[in-house]
């Protein structure tokens, strides 16, 4: 006898981003897996900051036992990280990321993006402001304000303390880096980034010479734009979709075999690619090929070794970033890197797989849950007591740096990709000091 089956409700959000996202929020069996592994349940103790009860509410709005307007729905998708820790712990692979984002551009229809959170994303899709934004911030961390006005509370004093924290704490120092005698790895394009370019120029050109120096071919793709993830994770989907397509058809044309990526939220946002397309038929394919060529830094240096260089007496802890470890699960890479530096110490840091709060523009816009966030990552890293936290993206590098110069912490953060650099340099010196 065949068993009677429930008739699902009429969805209440037809044809809607997050309509097209049920089956992954069907996946959710509300085991309370993920509970543990989310920093907003931690910090604020609500059910309805957890994974699965904001699944519940993705749910409640395609049922429609919640309107999309209503404020307290807003709020508590609003205070989500998006840091995807829920992902790794979630034993029936709910894919909540791509839940996050859908249920965001979904809202967005009802309720307008944040003007703080607008003004940021419309400068990140226009080439002109981003540059101009970029230079002054250049300008006004060489006057050395930043570090003075960081005393300060609120958003100010913690944007001045994050500026200030993007100056490299080890000196950078040109050297050849060819890659003579290495093993020929492919030709990589590396994806130069908004804010890498921007702040952290120094680490692009630390990775491009690390890259020469294990083998790889570097190419240029000219006209790539920002890979997008803070307008997807803000709601901003065609924004997003905007962005990626000026990506696909830029490192289509350069034709790598790699597309090399530094900052962690880049990369998965870039690996994402095929499924932010995928109802585009004029793109899918096309962004399923280039997102297949994604690699951060760490994966393409460590499946070349990577080549050790000279000793750096230091100790540093290693902050993992939430987007490498949880949305790419890439966790080995970085610390092959690290661990390639002779004489560095590497001592473990608890909870590095725990959001530091950042977020791309989280912290701007929800300020209070991102402090309490980032306030128990800098209980770790004091209890860790190293000189450096290396971490592989630049808003972790900005949040960790600033929650530490408002501190008053003698310790500073460095990409892992600084310190191989920092190490080949001064193997090509002759063994001169490197230290910070």
């Given at each position: 006898?065949?068993?009677?089956?429930?008739?699902?409700?009429?969805?209440?959000?037809?044809?809607?981003?997050?309509?097209?996202?049920?089956?992954?929020?069907?996946?959710?069996?509300?085991?309370?897996?993920?509970?543990?592994?989310?920093?907003?349940?931690?910090?604020?103790?609500?059910?309805?900051?957890?994974?699965?009860?904001?699944?519940?509410?993705?749910?409640?709005?395609?049922?429609?036992?919640?309107?999309?307007?209503?404020?307290?729905?807003?709020?508590?998708?609003?205070?989500?990280?998006?840091?995807r820790?829920?992902?790794?712990?979630?034993?029936?692979?709910?894919?909540?990321?791509?839940?996050?984002?859908?249920?965001?551009?979904t809202?967005?229809?009802?309720?307008?993006?944040?003007?703080?959170?607008?003004?940021?994303?419309?400068?990140?899709?226009?080439?002109?402001?981003?540059?101009?934004?970029?230079?002054?911030?250049?300008?006004?961390?060489?006057?050395?304000?930043?570090?003075?006005?960081?005393?300060?509370?609120?958003?100010?004093?913690?944007?001045?303390?994050?500026?200030?924290?993007?100056?490299?704490?080890?000196?950078?120092?040109?050297?050849?880096?060819?890659?003579?005698?290495?093993?020929?790895?492919?030709?990589?394009?590396?994806?130069?980034?908004?804010?890498?370019?921007?702040?952290?120029?120094?680490?692009?050109?630390?990775?491009?010479?690390?890259?020469?120096v294990?083998?790889?071919?570097?190419?240029?793709?000219?006209?790539?734009?920002?890979?997008?993830a803070?307008?997807a994770?803000?709601?901003?989907?065609?924004?997003?979709?905007?962005?990626?397509?000026?990506?696909?058809?830029?490192?289509?044309?350069?034709?790598?075999?790699?597309?090399?990526?530094?900052?962690?939220?880049?990369?998965?946002?870039?690996?994402?690619?095929?499924?932010?397309?995928?109802?585009?038929?004029?793109?899918?394919?096309?962004?399923?090929?280039?997102?297949?060529?994604?690699?951060?830094v760490?994966?393409?240096?460590?499946?070349?070794?990577?080549?050790?260089?000279?000793?750096?007496?230091?100790?540093?802890?290693?902050?993992?970033?939430?987007?490498?470890l949880?949305?790419?699960?890439?966790?080995?890479?970085?610390?092959?890197?690290?661990?390639a530096?002779?004489?560095?110490?590497?001592?473990?840091?608890?909870?590095?797989?725990?959001?530091?709060g950042?977020?791309?523009?989280?912290?701007?816009i929800?300020?209070?849950?991102?402090?309490?966030?980032?306030?128990?990552?800098?209980?770790?890293?004091?209890?860790?007591?190293?000189?450096?936290?290396?971490?592989?993206?630049?808003?972790?590098?900005?949040?960790?740096?600033?929650?530490?110069?408002?501190?008053?912490s003698?310790?500073?953060?460095?990409?892992?990709?600084?310190?191989?650099?920092?190490?080949?340099?001064?193997?090509?010196?002759?063994?001169?000091?490197?230290?910070?």
């Amino acid at each position: 006898m065949t068993q009677p089956t429930l008739a699902r409700a009429e969805c209440a959000l037809p044809d809607s981003p997050l309509a097209a996202e049920r089956r992954g929020i069907d996946a959710c069996v509300h085991c309370g897996f993920c509970l543990q592994a989310c920093p907003t349940y931690l910090a604020l103790e609500d059910e309805n900051d957890s994974p699965r009860g904001r699944v519940l509410l993705m749910r409640s709005l395609l049922d429609g036992t919640l309107a999309p307007d209503d404020t307290a729905v807003e709020r508590h998708i609003a205070q989500c990280l998006g840091c995807r820790a829920c992902e790794t712990a979630c034993p029936s692979g709910v894919p909540y990321g791509r839940l996050l984002e859908a249920t965001r551009e979904t809202l967005a229809e009802y309720r307008p993006i944040p003007f703080v959170a607008r003004a940021i994303l419309t400068t990140f899709r226009r080439p002109a402001l981003l540059a101009m934004a970029m230079m002054l911030g250049r300008v006004l961390r060489a006057t050395r304000l930043p570090m003075l006005f960081a005393k300060l509370g609120g958003r100010i004093g913690f944007s001045m303390a994050m500026l200030a924290s993007t100056e490299r704490p080890i000196a950078a120092r040109a050297y050849a880096a060819n890659g003579k005698g290495a093993t020929p790895r492919g030709r990589v394009a590396l994806l130069t980034g908004c804010v890498m370019e921007g702040l952290f120029a120094e680490t692009n050109r630390a990775t491009e010479r690390t890259l020469d120096v294990n083998g790889y071919e570097r190419i240029a793709a000219p006209e790539q734009r920002c890979c997008g993830a803070l307008h997807a994770h803000a709601g901003d989907g065609e924004g997003a979709r905007a962005l990626a397509r000026a990506n696909v058809a830029a490192f289509e044309r350069a034709n790598p075999d790699f597309i090399g990526v530094n900052a962690a939220g880049c990369g998965a946002m870039m690996k994402e690619y095929a499924h932010l397309l995928a109802s585009d038929p004029a793109w899918a394919e096309r962004a399923a090929r280039v997102a297949a060529k994604v690699r951060d830094v760490s994966e393409l240096l460590s499946a070349a070794g990577p080549a050790t260089g000279a000793p750096l007496p230091m100790r540093v802890t290693y902050d993992a970033p939430c987007h490498l470890l949880h949305a790419q699960r890439v966790s080995t890479p970085p610390l092959n890197v690290l661990r390639a530096i002779p004489q560095l110490e590497l001592v473990p840091l608890a909870d590095s797989d725990q959001c530091c709060g950042s977020a791309g523009i989280y912290n701007l816009i929800e300020p209070d849950v991102s402090n309490a966030v980032l306030a128990a990552k800098l209980r770790r890293v004091g209890e860790a007591n190293a000189g450096l936290v290396a971490t592989g993206n630049p808003g972790c590098l900005m949040q960790i740096g600033a929650g530490l110069v408002q501190a008053g912490s003698q310790t500073r953060v460095v990409h892992p990709v600084d310190l191989l650099d920092a190490s080949y340099a001064r193997r090509s010196s002759g063994g001169r000091d490197a230290s910070p």
